[in-house]
Every structure is written in structure tokens, then in C-alpha cells.
């Protein structure tokens, strides 16, 4: 059963701004609906694959029949002399045409490349399927990397504003005696550190969105953020073993090299079969004319119509040692596919154990956030009430609001880097599909006007008519 991580009262009130987005904002499924369409990438791979497809009727023409017309025709001018007597010229018309079919009858390294061809087709829509796993994660990943950095932007901004709130506080305290010159320095430097970090988020902002549209082309609309109340899935099953054995199986990269190794098996039986006989069945038909002879005096047209059929056997006998090197060629290279098959399924176990151990405790760290967004709400407010009523200082109200907002962004940030590890987990199990973006693409919103984070607002007058009592 899916974990649930839901956030309520008050925290659910700041955090909403982190997830606010335009009426008109694109979600997930759109960008990759882009991404299919506009990235040189996937084009690119999508253009191998066509090309890997032909390699089946390249290798089948090796086993079925090839006819050829052949034709030709010429005229001869010269002199001649017959017995002693005079040059004279001499003008010979000739053409003549052949059709030729040849049916291969025993050719064992043919039909043993057919074989290798039907593997070449499987690695080719293999490295496809690993080009489209590799798509929806390139645009999950630049997706919720542009998320967080507008998170990032919003949160910066509402921390401005907050401490510009703070400062403003201070300067008025100190003015009227109750603060001091400290709590306005301090306020000071707080916003000159604001304005600050909010340049730098504008700046990364800049560059995710670049990134993404690199990947999809020029974004018509905003993006679509996460929904407030959203419900991260559990893994299913939850079982790391089993993520490692589908991996191992079923991950693209492992798929392409077992296609791999067994092109580079049927071509170590291809270069053996070169030491075999073969033997074709041959006809054909022509027709051959010439309108006489330089070497005779008559002008004999002749005309000849002929039809062959019959059975042409090659044996090899020696090629200068090329079969037996390209065989021992073929053999090492059947080897080097096996390692690197075997490389492919432990780095494909390796990338599900760490997917799987990111999911896990992603869900861990979103849980904790969510309670820590709650405590620093409620730590800021006693703040603030403590600073009214003088048990805190300046200082502690700043502190407790960076730490409210560090902690809206590191959970909003823990929440994209668990649906993307969830996205690897099955991207490295060879499971991921458009169905889980469909899934991640339910977890947006995309029609909904929400709020600005907000920090609790200074106490009332009526709140500073409270004893004055220490705030632990």
C-alpha cells in the first residue's frame, strides 16, 4: 500500500506557493509529448532504429534468387585483304543480351546470417527501448530541475519579503527605544543576504529552463507544479532482490548486449561456414547477333538463341589464412560480449539498489520535512510572540525563518527526487513506459490559483499584553 504524506493545517498553508502555477500551465505529459517530437536525441535513435530494421532483408537477399540482364552491342570498322587482293573496308554490326538467374542451394554462412540479422533487429529495438527510458527520465529530470529552481526563486522572494518585514520591525523598535542598534544590523544583513540568494535562484532558474528546452524546444507556457496534498507510491513491490533480478533481465542496456552477444556468436559460426562448399543452381537465356565477320570476305548475318541451366559447386580449398583469422577475430570478440554483458546486468542490478534505496528514503526524508515545515511554522510564531514580549531577540526570529523556508524548499526538492528515483527504479527494471508519466502527470496541477508562502505575521497589540513569559 502506497505511504501517504500529506500536509495539513498550517503547514499545507506555506507550502501552497510551491506548487502554485498559471491557469494555462503545461504539465509533464506535454513536455514529453515535446520531447518525443523535438529532441535531436531521440530522433537521432529513432532514425538507428529504421536503419538496424534493414539488416533482415539485406541478409535474406543472400538466400533468395538474383536475376540479371546483361546486354551489350558494337560496331567494328577496319580493312581488309583476302587473297592478295586489295584493302577494302569492312563494317561488322554485333549485340547481344543474356538473362541470368542464380538460386543459392547450399550456402550455410547465408543462412547463418539471417540468423545474426534477426539479432541485430532485437539489439537495434533494444537500444531504442533504452532511448525512450532514457527520454522520459532526460525530461522528468530537466522537468522537476526547472521546478525546483522556480521553488527555489519563490521561496527566496517570500524570505525577502519576510525579512524586509523583520527589518522594517527592527528599525521601528529601535527608533522607540525597545531594540537595538544590533537587531537592525543584524535585520540588514539578513535582506542584503536575501537579495542575494534571490539573483542566484533567478540565475539557476535561467539555466534549468534553458536545459529543459534543449531537450522539448521553446516552452509555450509555464510549468505545471505538484499538487499540495499529493501522495507519494511506495515501490511494488518492496523488495529490492526482485528490482535487481527484473534489472538484470529486463534493463535495456542488458537486452542490448545479450542481442550483442549473440550477433557476435552467429558471426563466429558465419566465418567458420567460410571453409564449407556451396552450391548455387544457375540458368539462363540470350540471344546473340553479328552481321558478319572482319576475317571473311560474305556478309553472313548470324543470329543465335541458346538457354543454360545446371548447378555451380565452389569448394574453398585456401584463401591465404584470412578464414581461419577472421574466425579467430570473431571468437575474441564473442568473449568481449560476454564480459560486457555480464558489466551490463551488475551495473543494471547496481542502478536499481540505488533507485530503490533513493525511493525508500526519499519517502523517509519527505516525512520528516513534512513535520519539519509544521515545527518551524510553530517556531516561528513563538518567536515572534518572544521577540513582542522581549524573552527573544532579533536574531531568533531570522533564524527560525530561514529555517521555515530552508525546509519548504528541501522538502519540495525531496519530493521531485523521489518521483525521479522512482522513475530510474523502473527505468533500470526496463518497466518504465508513458503509463508512469501518465502516473507522475496525476500528481500535478495544473488549473489552480494558489498563494504565496506566507510566514505567521507579527503579534498583534493585544499579544503583547501577555506576561512576560520565557519561551522554551
Excluded: C
Amino acid at each position: 500500500m502506497a505511504r501517504q504524506h500529506i500536509l495539513t493545517g498550517t503547514a499545507l498553508t506555506v507550502l501552497v506557493a510551491l506548487t502554485a502555477t498559471p491557469a494555462t500551465a503545461i504539465d509533464l505529459l506535454s513536455v514529453y509529448r515535446f520531447a518525443q517530437g523535438g529532441d535531436p536525441t531521440f530522433e537521432a535513435a529513432r532514425y538507428a532504429l529504421e536503419a538496424g530494421r534493414e539488416k533482415l532483408p539485406q541478409a535474406r537477399a543472400g538466400v533468395l534468387p538474383t536475376v540479371n540482364l546483361n546486354g551489350n552491342g558494337g560496331r567494328q570498322n577496319g580493312q581488309a585483304s583476302f587473297a592478295g587482293s586489295p584493302y577494302q573496308d569492312r563494317n561488322v554490326n554485333n549485340w547481344a543480351w543474356n538473362l541470368q538467374l542464380s538460386q543459392p542451394v547450399i550456402r550455410v554462412a547465408n543462412w547463418l546470417g539471417v540468423a545474426q540479422a534477426g539479432a541485430q533487429v532485437e539489439q537495434a529495438q533494444a537500444q531504442f527501448a533504452q532511448a525512450e527510458s532514457d527520454l522520459i527520465v532526460r525530461t522528468s529530470q530537466a522537468y522537476f530541475d526547472l521546478l525546483t529552481a522556480r521553488d527555489s526563486v519563490t521561496v527566496a522572494k517570500a524570505q525577502l519579503k519576510a525579512v524586509e518585514q523583520q527589518r522594517v520591525l527592527a528599525k521601528r523598535r529601535y527608533d522607540v527605544g525597545e531594540a537595538t542598534i544590533t537587531d537592525v544590523y543584524e535585520a540588514q544583513s539578513r535582506h542584503d543576504l536575501g537579495r542575494s540568494q534571490l539573483v542566484q535562484a533567478l540565475n539557476d532558474q535561467e539555466a534549468r529552463q534553458a536545459e529543459l528546452e534543449r531537450i522539448v524546444g521553446t516552452l509555450p507556457e509555464p510549468l505545471a507544479g505538484l499538487r499540495a496534498d499529493v501522495s507519494l507510491p511506495s515501490p511494488e513491490p518492496m523488495d529490492v532482490a526482485a528490482w535487481m533480478d527484473n534489472a538484470r533481465t529486463n534493463n535495456p542496456a542488458v537486452r542490448t548486449q545479450v542481442a550483442a552477444t549473440e550477433v557476435a556468436e552467429k558471426e563466429v559460426s558465419k566465418n567458420r561456414a567460410a571453409h564449407l562448399p556451396t552450391l548455387d543452381f544457375t540458368a539462363g537465356y540470350g540471344n546473340n547477333y553479328t552481321s558478319g565477320s572482319m576475317t571473311s570476305p560474305a556478309d553472313i548475318e548470324n543470329r543465335v538463341r541458346s538457354g543454360t541451366i545446371g548447378l555451380q559447386l565452389t569448394i574453398p580449398l585456401y584463401q591465404g589464412g584470412a578464414v581461419n583469422s577472421r574466425v579467430n577475430e570473431a571468437i575474441a570478440n564473442r568473449y568481449k560480449s560476454r564480459a560486457e554483458l555480464e558489466a551490463a546486468r551488475r551495473q543494471a542490478a547496481t542502478q536499481a539498489r540505488q533507485a530503490y534505496g533513493g525511493v525508500t528514503s526519499g519517502l523517509s526524508q519527505v516525512e520528516a520535512l513534512t513535520s519539519a515545515v509544521t515545527s518551524s511554522l510553530d517556531s516561528v510564531n513563538a518567536n515572534k510572540i518572544g521577540y513582542r514580549i522581549g524573552t527573544r531577540v532579533n536574531i531568533d526570529v531570522l533564524n527560525a525563518e530561514q529555517q521555515l523556508f530552508a525546509a519548504q524548499r528541501d522538502l519540495a526538492r525531496a519530493r521531485y527526487d523521489t518521483i525521479l528515483q522512482g522513475m530510474r527504479l523502473k527505468a533500470a527494471a526496463g518497466t518504465l513506459t508513458e503509463s508512469d508519466v501518465l502516473a507522475v502527470n496525476a500528481l500535478l496541477t495544473n488549473n489552480l490559483e494558489q498563494e504565496t508562502p506566507t510566514v505567521p505575521a507579527m503579534p498583534t497589540a493585544s499579544n503583547t499584553k501577555q506576561p512576560r513569559t520565557s519561551i522554551q
